[in-house]
């Protein structure tokens, strides 16, 4: 028996990262914490407007394919999806991928890239942006991050 018990989705007591439906990827784990269904408004007086997803507790492996979404609405200026390695202290040390400039006032942002670890690797920052530095106060609302093992975005969960 299949159940999805607020975390994961278990099959015959066994937690699983995904589930096929007809040949077709229905369910995926959502490896980030720290996320949420509800909107969150971002706000921002000026400058790149950066806001971090989830939290940097989950893990991914080298060579292993990964898909970020996130979903977005009322957007003051465009807005991209963007993957970071970050080390111990919290420092940049490599862009992984990124989306195009989203323009669209609402809707699904995600992006699938495999992971290529930097030697001083600790964790992954996914975040939204804005696409150039604004000069005038900005602003973005956005829900129910999602990182999960392969490139099939599913459903948040």
Known sequence: M????????????????????????????????????????????????????CDPTYEIVEGETYTIQVEVRNMTSPIMLEIWYNNAGSNRIGL?????????????VSVT??????DDYTYLEPNLAFTSPITSPGSYEFRQCKIEKGSVATPWT
Do not use: E, M
């Open 2 to 53: 299949t159940t999805i018990n607020g975390k994961v989705c278990v099959v015959n007591g066994t937690p699983v990262d995904k589930v096929f439906s007809n040949g077709r990827q229905v369910y995926g784990r959502n490896i980030a914490s720290g996320t949420s269904s509800d909107w969150q408004k971002a706000s921002f007086p000026n400058d790149w407007g950066i806001t971090y997803l």
């Open 96 to 108: 992984g991928s990124q989306t195009k400039p989203t323009t669209s006032n609402d809707g699904i």
């Open 113 to 118: 890239f495999t992971a290529h670890l930097p």
